[in-house]
């Protein structure tokens, strides 16, 4: 605004070339505004509901306002070896809160601490991802939805690892093909943003409190096929932006022109201050119909 009523009352002294291509930036209106807030872990302790709440505030608080959010997962704190009880009890306490708090409507990605992984608990009726598919009224724990011009692709990154024991970051090989089907009936005009949990591509896991001679990197850090997901964006230069969260730490990689943000936490060090130097937080993206974006990591 500020720019426009400058143009506005320069406008007389601006001649030839200049003055459309400045009208046309100041012209420049996001089509939609998105908050990303991911890792949130509800649980009734260390004051996180309060928080959450807060942080919910000062989304809707947001000029202009924020047309969707996307969660990007590990909604409650942790369902995996927990007994059904306390996840129940999480669960209930995100409902309360997000029907009392929330009134921009919300799309969920899975985390690794939204799944019921106990040895003794297999063969239950919600074992594994079902719980939470059926708590978010989801069909399937992938899928994909537009919204004003942009195609949103949300991803499960959250898969058992070959041995069975523990999980990895991988699509395997149905949703793969899923998600090749799906980059290949959108329309190649159609910018596309994908959400998943635990990131694709970050430099997050490079920060080490330890001089190392050696980098690993454990397979539930970050996407274990990431070559294969790349090698795909490729041939679908529609694809802009790759969010997600699962580190707690706020980095943003730029990789054949795809940008990949890992968002921080709304919970930081799950409710216990920073997470190194991320502070908790979310993110708010201004997406534009010629397929760019703005963002900012915002602390709430
Ligand atoms: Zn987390």
Redesign the pocket.
Known sequence: MQRRSWIKNTGGLLLGSALPVTIEAANKKPVLRVAHL??I?IKDKWDAPARFRRCLQHVQDQKPGVDLILNG??VVFDMNKENLETIKTEWNLWHSIVKAECSIPMHYAL???DIWWNEDDKGQALYGKKFSLEQLGLSNSYYSFSKNGWKFIVLDSTHLDIDNTWYIGKLGDEQMNWLQQELKATPATMPVCVLS?IPILTATLMVEDHIVNKWTMLGGDMHTDTAKIIDLFYQHKNVKLCLS????LRDKVVYNDVTFICNG?V?GA?WEGNRRQTAPGYGVIDFYADGSFEERYVNY
């Open positions: 991911t890792d872990h997962g590990d985390g690794n601490h949990h969260g699962h580190i707690h936490a919970s799950w």
